[in-house]
């Protein structure tokens, strides 16, 4: 397995650009998210899907969108990429909602964003 | 919405030596968990404690769950340069999501 994968680990944008951060999980699990780390700030959840064709906010999901189409695939769009948005962000996945009780929450090796 | 504290927010030490964090949080929790971060990777899950008053070991690390369910613990006895990382707390309050606290940045000197 290669467990949750992100691309591209490294992104450069021009204020206004629009981009995609692909995430995909090869151990079928239902759950999914997205983090963004800031220095200071820890990690603060951007969007989350407990199942195909179901998503829900987090904690800053202002100036991104995502949607599960697929069990395996969980993408995360910057509709209009902004300085604030420069960050570390991680993509993790869990076998179901009730798992977050366990704490098995896997995680990328993370994708860093900076937006000029 | 939900927040952790967590304490202190940096460490420089001396390999041997223990290491104390702690988090505390202004709501209750039902699971609280240690993450630690290694440079360039994503977080990996150390310790899940469950129940409020659980002490829970995972080799040279130690972790409580605080009483009142507001707070919870890490230790680590006698570092090691692999030690060195990010460690995170997080809680979960029953909602389908994991909170996490800033993160105590360790260095050890070797």
């Known amino acids: 397995n290669a467990g949750v994968t992100q691309t591209p680990k490294f992104q450069v944008l021009k204020t206004g650009q629009s981009m995609t951060l692909q995430c995909a999980q090869d151990?079928?699990?239902?759950?999914m998210s997205w983090y963004r780390q800031d220095p200071g700030m820890g990690l603060r959840l951007i969007h989350y899907?407990?199942?195909?064709?179901?998503?829900d906010q987090g904690e800053v999901p202002n100036g991104y969108n995502v949607s599960r189409s697929t069990t395996e695939d969980f993408p995360l769009r910057l509709l209009s990429a902004a300085p604030s948005q420069t960050s570390v962000y991680f993509c993790?996945?869990?076998?179901?909602?009730?798992?977050?009780?366990?704490?098995?929450?896997?995680f990328g090796e993370g994708s860093r964003l900076t937006v000029l | 919405g939900q927040q952790l504290n967590q304490s202190p927010q940096s460490m420089f030490i001396q390999e041997g030596e223990d290491v104390s964090m702690n988090c505390t949080s202004s709501?209750?929790?039902?699971?609280w968990l240690w993450y630690k971060q290694d440079p360039g990777e994503g977080p990996v899950l150390l310790i899940a404690l469950y129940k409020a008053g659980e002490l829970t070991s995972n080799g040279r690390l130690t972790a409580q769950f605080g009483i009142t369910r507001k707070d919870s613990f890490l230790n680590i006895s006698a570092s090691i340069p692999s030690d060195v990382g990010i460690y995170f707390c997080?809680?979960?309050?029953?909602?389908?999501?994991?909170?996490f606290g800033q993160g105590t940045r360790l260095t050890i000197n070797p």
């Open positions: 993790a996945s869990s076998y179901g909602p009730y798992d977050l009780n366990t704490g098995e929450l896997f």
């Open positions: 997080a809680g979960h309050g029953g909602a389908q999501k994991l909170v």
């Open positions: 709501s209750i929790f039902n699971t």
């Open positions: 899907s407990v199942g195909a064709g179901i998503t």
């Open positions: 151990m079928n699990h239902e759950y």
